[in-house]
């Protein structure tokens, strides 16, 4: 089945600059993967995701990269602010399964 | 437009009890996934549904099974209930076959002692 390995575990960060947390997946027939912001005793939420026939996707201070040769994907943040402070969770999936495999997490405190 | 839902927020059981959690998806979504997401870990795949019937599993026991409802409901059931158990449970769901955007609802906590 898939894998999906996600790092740092923990990125902290002042505010102003930039956060980036990557993710390399194993099933080559993955091609969904979106990233989720879930705050403490709250739903994960889907901020930005893409799909294996886009290299990249931006969305005002956050973009994805996908590197489907090396099996592997990112997350950047720009400009971070004091409440883009949670934990990010990259998932992978292929079309019919659609069962998300999630990464292990990232806490990123962003420091005033 | 409501979002997904569930009940209960919170729950409470002791080893070997059985639970029925329930999820309502989002309006118009037809597709219901469950996901355990134990302390400080990324939630983890237990099983979709769709039009009543399950349609993939990911690696958790027998005692875990589930239902889904005309109305596109789904709940959740746990039997003989192991400490292990203790996880946020989350649903989320989808709008039809093609798409693979998961809505996620805010989960119910179970605590089994």
């Known amino acids: 089945g898939e894998n999906v390995e996600q790092h740092p575990s923990t990125l902290s960060v002042q505010e102003g600059d930039s956060a980036v947390i990557k993710c390399t997946y194993s099933d080559s027939a993955s091609n969904y993967f979106p990233w989720y912001k879930q705050e403490l005793g709250k739903r994960p939420q889907l901020i930005i995701d893409?799909?294996?026939?886009?290299g990249e996707k931006k969305d005002q201070r956050i973009a994805v990269t996908l590197n489907k040769t090396a099996k592997h994907f990112s997350l950047h943040i720009t400009e971070t602010q004091p409440e883009d402070s949670a934990v990010y969770f990259c998932a992978a999936s292929s079309t019919g399964r659609r069962a998300l495999t999630f990464g292990s997490g990232t806490r990123l405190q962003v420091q005033p | 437009d409501a979002g997904v839902t569930q009940s209960p927020t919170h729950l409470i059981k002791t080893r070997g009890q059985q639970v029925t959690l329930r999820c309502s998806p989002k309006s118009g979504h037809d597709t219901v996934s469950w996901y355990q997401q134990a302390l400080g870990q990324g939630p983890q795949f237990i099983f979709q549904y769709y039009e009543e019937e399950e349609r993939q599993r990911g690696n958790f026991p027998d005692r875990f099974s589930g239902h889904q409802f005309p109305n596109y409901s789904s709940e959740l059931n746990v039997n003989a209930l192991l400490l292990g158990d203790s996880a946020l449970y989350l649903c989320a769901s989808i709008y039809g076959t093609s798409t693979d955007t998961q809505y996620f609802g805010p989960g119910t906590r179970l605590t089994v002692l």
């Open positions: 893409i799909r294996s026939n886009v």
